[in-house]
């Protein structure tokens, strides 16, 4: 009985000294390189949308403006305000949009009211896209496990045990285990995988 119960404890020393021996190594971590690509989305479109009069403000008439008591020059200032009435004039602003691109507007005048508005845009919104690519796994490393179980049929409990595996960092299993059955006796085993 002695016998055995120091081989289970020289057995758990051996396998501990093995496994510390695995944790002194550095810690290295694997090595990754970030990429960053910018892709860019361009927006070129056309928007035409008509507002609506939110305030009329009305001024002091200038000299121009007042009527003329002769009836040629008056009937002339009315032909004149007739033209400038009726013609559309064109109102063009572009706005620049940081470093992205432009905004060009386009205002349409007809009879005082804005009767159009168009946009034209051509900008770009960037896009990132961030890649991970590890070149260098890190280095495996082994582990200690420790477990137990139990065995039996339909008579009952057969055998109840516990143990330590061990897993090499070459993905071999080394496993120890001391168990006791039915009829009190105590009984080990040793056990050995490998991966296929």
């Known amino acids: 009985m002695n016998k055995i ?3 289970i ?18 810690n290295l971590k694997a090595d990754t390189v970030t990429l960053h690509d910018t892709a860019w989305q361009v927006h070129d479109s056309l928007i035409v949308k008509k507002l609506k009069i939110k305030q009329i403000i ?35 602003d572009t706005l620049k949009i940081d470093t992205l691109g432009y905004v060009a507007v386009t205002d349409t005048v007809h009879k005082n009211e804005i009767h159009g ?7 770009k919104i960037p896009t990132i896209t961030v890649t991970n690519t590890i070149t ?3 280095p495996p490393k ?24 061990y897993k090499s960092k070459h993905n071999k299993i080394l496993g120890l285990n001391v168990g006791i059955n039915s009829n009190s006796q105590i009984v080990y085993g040793v056990q050995s995988y490998w991966k296929f």
């Open 142 to 165: 082994g582990a200690l496990f420790i477990g137990g179980g139990v065995t039996g049929n339909k008579n009952g409990l057969e055998l109840l045990q516990g143990g330590l595996l």
């Open 117 to 123: 508005r168009s946009y034209k845009y051509n900008y």
């Open 58 to 92: 009305h001024d002091t008439l200038p000299a121009e403006y007042i009527a003329d008591t002769n009836y040629p020059k008056l009937k002339a200032q009315y032909d004149a305000l007739v033209i400038a009435y009726l013609a559309k004039t064109l109102y063009t």
């Open 5 to 7: 119960l120091t081989f």
């Open 9 to 26: 404890i020289m057995a758990l020393v051996f396998a501990m000294a093995f496994q510390n021996k695995g944790c002194n190594a550095p």
């Open 136 to 138: 260098k796994q890190a």
